[in-house]
């Protein structure tokens, strides 16, 4: 039987429906068609499938598509408005802070909540923030560089 869902997502009030044992990687994915999470483990451990619930980073791949009725996610899609980048995706490019992609998204939806609570973080904290991120390509130094030049320009530093 398929369970009917009403939520907001990356702004929009948005309906799907999904199975009981369906989880919301999967519903965002096949329902929803917003494929940018991608699911590395399955199991809540590598962080590819991050996304804000109701403003808490969670690893979709836990949550069931039935529990987010009434609750507001983003997505990777959101964080760009229209063709602008938002200054997180910017400065990943300009300091190859990615390779294959599959972590990517993840990482850039945890780094963005974290600047969103603290935009002025030190080093340790953006390292402690994205520990539940795991890279199997650039060896996190260009992602931290990334997600420090990105605070610095959002603080106009």
């Given amino acids: 039987m398929k369970h009917h869902v009403t939520t907001t997502i ?3 009030e948005t309906e799907f429906l999904c ?3 369906q989880t919301l990687l999967d519903c965002l994915r096949d329902e929803l068609e917003l494929t940018g999470t ?5 199991s809540g451990d590598c962080g590819a499938c991050s996304v804000l619930l109701d403003g808490r980073l969670v690893c979709s791949c836990l949550v069931l598509g039935v529990e987010v009725g009434g609750k ?3 997505t990777i899609e ?3 408005t229209g063709d602008k980048l938002h200054p997180l995706q ?3 490019l300009e300091h190859a802070a990615l390779q294959c992609g599959i972590c990517t998204p993840g990482v850039l939806v ?3 909540s974290l600047l969103e609570k603290n935009p002025n973080p030190t080093e340790t904290e953006v390292r402690y923030w994205l520990a539940g991120n795991l ?4 060896g996190y130094d260009k992602i931290i560089r990334a997600v420090m030049d990105a605070a610095a320009e959002m603080r106009g530093a």
């Fill in 78 to 80: 959101g964080m760009a």
């Fill in 90 to 92: 910017r400065k990943f």
């Fill in 10 to 12: 990356n702004g929009d």
């Fill in 135 to 138: 890279c199997r390509c650039t």
């Fill in 110 to 112: 945890a780094a963005k």
């Fill in 72 to 74: 507001k996610i983003d």
């Fill in 38 to 42: 991608k699911e590395g483990c399955g």
């Fill in 19 to 21: 199975d009981t044992e």
